[in-house]
């Protein structure tokens, strides 16, 4: 069995939750020796899959006043490899020891970096092996391509049908695809037990049972007391940016002046009046899935949270380095999983507001997205769909990744027995498969 390491970048929540994620996916006793290395305080984010003294807490890489050179110091101070490389700077020095360190003394055999070009570059330079976390997003620049490069394999914690036209086909080839990471099936939620949560967020609230057996008879409207109804519209935010999706909500409320707005995470204090709840919740799926518009940005988490479900989508993406929540945009709507803002308005104009008109412009032509499953990395990650059904016990693509890291007692066994197969990429010292 393969010790791994694991280092998740600290901005945001999302890197330290994939970690937990993938972690829970694991067999208790592989659980164990697994090592997350992150400079996230454990007040942004709590680990449930694994305990407090399997994560080593890094120094923060910020720039100090001390340092000899600035983290981009200009084309003739700064190596083409790197984003980001203050020099004399004691607090990246220290975290560099005990990245090493770590790796040393706890044997691990293989590190998992999500995400950071520096760490990997690192890892190469001491010849540490290392699988590269590739995120969306148009990432082309040197430093990016010397990662990729340099590791033993590329993972995208998303589905293959997502991925960017842009992206070099090299890249492709060298990717793992795991679809969407969860660590455990969500608990159903009835329709009733959704208004029952609304009622405990906002007294007063009048409600009807639903009235039909149509598509969306899960996601009946709320009324008033004079038989009018009231669309639910769920606004999801992470911690990671959500500036854009917070300056649509007056446009939204006015798109929609009678709609029940919900707001889910963070919020800016001045736009706290176009919402009609605004909250935080450990799971956001009854919203998910009895809402009757779902809007929000695209980071990772939050659009494996939906991806599966029917709810009429609409994705305002965040501004991010390298494009990344933009061309997950992108790919949603051009999948037929979503509708952008500008579509949005347009429909509402054209369809008077009406969510059942708007789910058949999403999905009347988007069969179901099956979960991906093993079968699918078992053909060198073949874009064709597999004629047979996917059996409900088959593992997940990120299941059977992990789990394959356990089956065997070295790296290089793993990676020429098990990784290299699946990829459409080899080594030109390797033999081919």
């Not at 983290?71 to 005990?98: C, F, M, T």
């Not at 990016?144 to 340099?150: I, L, M, Q």
């Not at 001045?270 to 940005?297: G, Q, W």
């Amino acid at each position: 069995m393969m010790r791994i390491g694991y280092y998740a970048h600290h901005h945001g929540s999302g890197h330290c939750r994939q970690a937990d994620k993938l972690a829970a996916l694991l067999p208790n006793d592989a659980r164990a020796q697994l090592t997350v290395f992150t400079s996230l305080d454990i007040d942004s984010y709590r680990f449930t899959a694994i305990d407090e003294q399997q994560i080593v807490r890094l120094n923060a890489e910020d720039e100090r006043p001390d340092d000899i050179l600035v983290g981009r110091a200009g084309e003739y101070w700064q190596p083409a490899s790197l984003h980001y490389s203050p020099v004399g700077n004691g607090d990246i020095q220290k975290r560099s020891h005990q990245i090493l360190d770590t790796i040393f003394q706890r044997k691990i055999d293989l590190m998992i970096i999500d995400v950071s070009v520096e760490v990997a570059m690192l890892c190469r330079a001491a010849s540490i092996p290392y699988l590269y976390v590739r995120l969306p997003g148009i990432r082309d620049d040197a430093p990016h391509t010397g990662a990729f490069a340099g590791a033993l394999g590329l993972l995208a914690p998303y589905p293959k049908a997502l991925e960017s036209t842009q992206t070099s086909e090299w890249v492709c080839n060298k990717t793992l695809y795991l679809d969407f990471i969860y660590s455990q099936k969500a608990e159903s939620c009835t329709y009733e037990s959704f208004i029952n949560i609304l009622a405990k967020l906002s007294a007063g609230i009048e409600i009807s049972a639903p009235k039909s057996t149509s598509l969306l008879s899960s996601r009946a409207q709320l009324t008033y007391k004079s038989g009018a109804t009231r669309p639910i519209i769920t606004v999801i935010k992470g911690y990671g940016g959500h500036k854009a999706i917070d300056e649509k909500l007056p446009e939204l409320r006015s798109l929609l002046p009678n709609a029940l707005i919900i707001s889910l995470g963070p919020i800016d204090d001045d736009k706290r009046c176009y919402v009609d709840i605004s909250t935080e919740v450990d799971d956001v799926t009854p919203f998910i899935c009895h809402s009757n518009y779902l809007m929000m940005a695209c980071g990772l988490n939050a659009v494996a949270q939906a991806y599966h479900y029917d709810t009429p989508l609409i994705v305002v993406p965040d501004d991010r380095p390298h494009n990344e929540q933009a061309v997950m945009a992108e790919a949603l709507v051009a999948q037929n999983k979503a509708l952008n803002w500008q579509q949005f308005k347009t429909s509402m104009s054209i369809n008077d507001g009406q969510p059942e008109s708007i789910a058949q412009i999403i999905h009347c032509r988007n069969k179901p997205h099956p979960p991906t499953s093993v079968d699918s990395i078992e053909k060198n990650n073949s874009e064709e769909d597999s004629s047979e059904e996917t059996n409900a016990v088959t593992p997940t693509a990120a299941q059977a990744f992990i789990h394959s890291t356990t089956d065997y007692p070295t790296t290089k066994r793993w990676f020429e027995n098990w990784l290299l197969p699946r990829l459409n990429l080899a080594p030109e010292s390797t033999i081919e498969f």
